[in-house]
C-alpha cells in the first residue's frame, strides 16, 4: 500500500454527496484498471466500481446509479462521484490499480497497488 493517495473522504449527512480522489504517491505510473473499494467495520472489503483504460466502467448493484467513477488522464486522477449517500455507505474507501494482466474488473485479487484508504462516514 501507499503507492496510491486518495482523498475527499469526511463526514457527511445522508442524502448527501462526496467526491474521492486518487493520484498515484510518485514517479511513474501506468495502469490498466483503477477501482474503488470500500470497507465497513466488520465486514470484508468489497468492490465499489472500476474505471478500465479503455472506458469501461462496472458498479457493484447497491452503488448503481449513486456513485459514479471516472478519470484525469492528463492528471493521472481517479475520481468517485458519491451521491444520494446512505449510513450503509460508510466505510474507508481505498483506491486501487491493475498494472498488469487481469480477468475481471470486479475481483480485487486482480489489483496490485492500493492506497492507504479515506474513510467516509454518513450519518442518519
Known amino acids: 500500500q501507499g503507492q496510491l493517495v486518495e482523498s475527499g473522504g469526511g463526514l457527511v449527512q445522508a442524502g448527501g454527496s462526496v467526491r474521492l480522489s486518487c493520484a498515484p504517491s510518485?514517479?511513474?505510473?501506468?495502469?490498466?484498471?483503477m477501482g474503488w473499494f470500500r470497507q465497513a467495520p466488520g465486514k470484508e472489503r468489497e468492490f465499489v466500481a472500476a474505471l478500465a483504460a479503455y472506458g469501461t466502467t462496472a458498479y457493484a448493484d447497491s452503488v448503481k446509479g449513486r456513485f459514479t467513477i471516472s478519470g484525469d488522464n492528463a492528471k493521472k486522477t481517479v475520481y468517485l462521484q458519491m451521491n444520494n449517500l446512505k449510513p450503509e455507505d460508510t466505510a474507508v474507501y481505498y483506491c486501487?490499480?491493475?498494472?498488469?494482466?487481469?480477468?475481471?474488473?470486479?475481483?480485487?485479487?486482480?489489483?496490485?497497488?492500493w492506497g492507504q484508504g479515506t474513510q467516509v462516514t454518513v450519518s442518519s
Open positions: 510518485g514517479g511513474v505510473f501506468s495502469s490498466h484498471v
Open positions: 486501487a490499480a491493475i498494472r498488469g494482466r487481469f480477468a475481471t474488473l470486479r475481483d480485487q485479487r486482480w489489483y496490485d497497488a
